[in-house]
């Protein structure tokens, strides 16, 4: 596996357009290659483009020009097919749902049957060490948790995801 | 519990203090009322203009006219607002049904919030009264088979032109109020525009589309009311307001009770809205006016 290419992107642009001018060029021919299974950091000053560019291989928004693929496929494809899961920067956790529910949500979108959806949050808590909470967290909201919990809260999601989908979870931040 | 008891005694204090305040008002206040060069200011005091609150509920008691077997009058205006409440209920869930689908629509296609938004506006400036009896005339050419135009039907179509304006516009704040970090994760585990509507938009639209049902309720009451005056449908509270209120020189007192059971049919709306939302709690995290 070590020797297959997990992202592509070739040549990439990004512009954004503004009112007047020519627009803010975030990118300009960024060409990457990250291989399965290796751990990349991208570092640098701030509104230099990292984040646009783990955007344009999540498929959040699309290149002005250049090609990016995701374990051989299109970017969109693959974000369709859930090749990976991402783990965003802040929580965003749904504040109506438990942190258990929250959890959950990746695999009820996937039409995950609720049995093993019940098994597979109550491994992904004890993974994170939330487990010792899990009593609390089944009814307590987001909310209520401290931020680190939040954060623990949201990070199983990815990989719930992943792991259904049977696929090597890459996060792309 | 006890913010319950408090809430609804604060209330009920309120009511008796309007009570009071009116009572001290007569009593105190010039027959003819306070005038400045010419402009009243203040109401005549006469028991005509300001009957005595106890002469009302003494009236709500008596038979509704001379003749015999007439009911008293609390039964018949409590009747008619029961009849002119499901003519209300009948528009309110039309309204929000057409509210709801609208702010769909318009979350949907940006075009369409372009396009719609500004005629939804347009439609609540055209007076209530100049809509009535084209409604009612149009009804009049509705039939198919054996189903008849009714003249409550074009009643609870006001209505619901008055309450769906409010549901759309809440709704559609309601819709779009999720945060952008939030629709890019649903974008980002493939969801599609149905699935991002039922686990994001949907329960994120709760704390916009409380308060704008229980608009849509007063709406609706308030519609129903006018229509009903406007249109003469016969049964309702609206004809009741109007009926009552002609004999008020003769009988000042009477015209109040039609007036106290409009008022009870806003709050029993406004009270069936609130028991909806009870049941949606865990959705209203941060409940907001509009």
Same mark, same amino acid.
């Given at each position: 596996?070590?020797?297959?290419?997990?992202?592509?992107?070739?040549?990439?642009?990004?512009?954004?357009?503004?009112?007047?001018?020519?627009?803010?060029?975030?990118?300009?021919?960024?060409?990457?290659?990250?291989?399965?299974?290796?751990?990349?950091?991208?570092?640098?000053?701030?509104?230099?483009?990292?984040?646009?560019?783990?955007?344009?291989?999540?498929?959040?928004?699309?290149?002005?020009?250049?090609?990016?693929?995701?374990?051989?496929?299109?970017?969109?494809?693959?974000?369709?097919?859930?090749?990976?899961?991402?783990?965003?920067?802040?929580?965003?956790?749904?504040?109506?749902?438990?942190?258990?529910?929250?959890?959950?949500?990746?695999?009820?979108?996937?039409?995950?049957?609720?049995?093993?959806?019940?098994?597979?949050?109550?491994?992904?808590?004890?993974?994170?060490?939330?487990?010792?909470?899990?009593?609390?967290?089944?009814?307590?909201?987001?909310?209520?948790?401290?931020?680190?919990?939040?954060?623990?809260?949201?990070?199983?999601?990815?990989?719930?995801?992943?792991?259904?989908?049977?696929?090597?979870?890459?996060?792309?931040? | 519990?006890?913010?319950?008891?408090?809430?609804?005694?604060?209330?009920?204090?309120?009511?008796?203090?309007?009570?009071?305040?009116?009572?001290?008002?007569?009593?105190?206040?010039?027959?003819?009322?306070?005038?400045?060069?010419?402009?009243?200011?203040?109401?005549?005091?006469?028991?005509?203009?300001? *009957? /005595?609150?106890?002469?009302?509920?003494?009236?709500?008691?008596?038979?509704?006219?001379?003749?015999?077997?007439?009911?008293?009058?609390?039964?018949?205006?409590?009747?008619?607002?029961?009849?002119?409440?499901?003519?209300?209920?009948?528009?309110?869930?039309?309204?929000?049904?057409?509210?709801?689908?609208?702010?769909?629509?318009?979350?949907?296609?940006?075009?369409?919030?372009?396009?719609?938004?500004?005629?939804?506006?347009?439609?609540?400036?055209?007076?209530?009264?100049?809509?009535?009896?084209?409604?009612?005339?149009?009804?009049?050419?509705?039939?198919?088979?054996?189903?008849?135009?009714?003249?409550?039907?074009?009643?609870?179509? #006001?209505?619901?032109?008055?309450?769906?304006? *409010?549901?759309?516009?809440?709704?559609?704040?309601?819709?779009?109020?999720?945060?952008?970090?939030?629709?890019?994760?649903? /974008?980002?585990?493939?969801?599609?525009?149905?699935?991002?509507?039922?686990?994001?938009?949907?329960?994120?639209?709760?704390?916009?589309?409380? *308060?704008?049902?229980?608009?849509?309720?007063?709406?609706?009451?308030?519609?129903?009311?006018?229509?009903?005056?406007?249109?003469?449908?016969?049964?309702? #509270?609206?004809?009741?307001? #109007?009926?009552?209120?002609?004999?008020?020189?003769?009988?000042?007192?009477?015209?109040?009770?039609?007036?106290?059971?409009?008022?009870?049919?806003?709050?029993?709306?406004?009270?069936?809205?609130?028991?909806?939302?009870?049941?949606?709690?865990?959705?209203?995290?941060?409940?907001?006016?509009?």
């Amino acid at each position: 596996m070590s020797h297959a290419i997990a992202v592509q992107v070739s040549h990439v642009t990004k512009i954004f357009p503004v009112k007047k001018g020519d627009g803010v060029t975030a990118l300009a021919e960024v060409s990457l290659t990250v291989n399965a299974g290796e751990f990349v950091s991208l570092i640098g000053p701030s509104g230099c483009g990292k984040s646009t560019l783990l955007r344009l291989i999540a498929d959040l928004d699309q290149p002005t020009s250049g090609a990016v693929t995701v374990f051989g496929k299109p970017a969109h494809q693959a974000r369709l097919d859930q090749d990976y899961g991402i783990a965003f920067q802040s929580a965003g956790l749904l504040p109506w749902r438990t942190v258990e529910a929250n959890i959950e949500l990746p695999l009820q979108l996937h039409r995950v049957p609720a049995a093993t959806r019940r098994a597979r949050v109550a491994e992904l808590m004890s993974l994170v060490g939330l487990s010792d909470f899990a009593a609390n967290f089944r009814t307590s909201s987001p909310a209520a948790c401290s931020s680190g919990s939040r954060l623990r809260g949201r990070s199983p999601r990815a990989p719930s995801c992943c792991s259904w989908t049977s696929r090597s979870a890459r996060s792309t931040r | 519990m006890t913010g319950l008891v408090r809430r609804i005694g604060l209330g009920a204090l309120a009511i008796v203090l309007l009570g009071v305040i009116w009572e001290l008002y007569k009593a105190v206040g010039p027959a003819e009322g306070v005038d400045v060069a010419g402009l009243q200011l203040l109401p005549r005091t006469t028991d005509l203009a300001m *009957p /005595h609150i106890w002469d009302m509920i003494a009236r709500a008691l008596e038979p509704v006219n001379s003749s015999e077997g007439s009911p008293p009058v609390w039964t018949s205006v409590l009747l008619a607002g029961l009849s002119s409440l499901g003519t209300a209920s009948v528009g309110l869930l039309i309204g929000s049904i057409v509210g709801f689908g609208l702010a769909l629509l318009m979350q949907r296609f940006r075009v369409a919030e372009s396009a719609v938004l500004p005629w939804l506006v347009l439609s609540q400036t055209v007076p209530l009264i100049a809509l009535a009896p084209l409604i009612v005339s149009w009804g009049g050419r509705v039939q198919f088979g054996t189903f008849e135009w009714e003249r409550w039907m074009s009643v609870a179509v #006001i209505a619901a032109y008055l309450a769906f304006f *409010p549901v759309a516009v809440g709704a559609l704040r309601g819709l779009q109020s999720p945060d952008e970090i939030n629709v890019e994760l649903f /974008h980002a585990y493939g969801s599609g525009w149905w699935a991002t509507l039922r686990y994001l938009r949907l329960p994120a639209s709760v704390p916009y589309l409380l *308060p704008a049902l229980r608009l849509g309720a007063a709406s609706a009451i308030i519609g129903t009311v006018v229509a009903e005056v406007s249109t003469g449908a016969k049964g309702g #509270i609206g004809r009741l307001i #109007i009926e009552y209120a002609q004999s008020g020189s003769s009988d000042p007192a009477k015209a109040y009770s039609p007036i106290a059971v409009a008022v009870i049919m806003g709050l029993a709306a406004a009270g069936i809205v609130a028991l909806a939302g009870a049941t949606l709690k865990r959705y209203r995290r941060n409940e907001v006016t509009v």
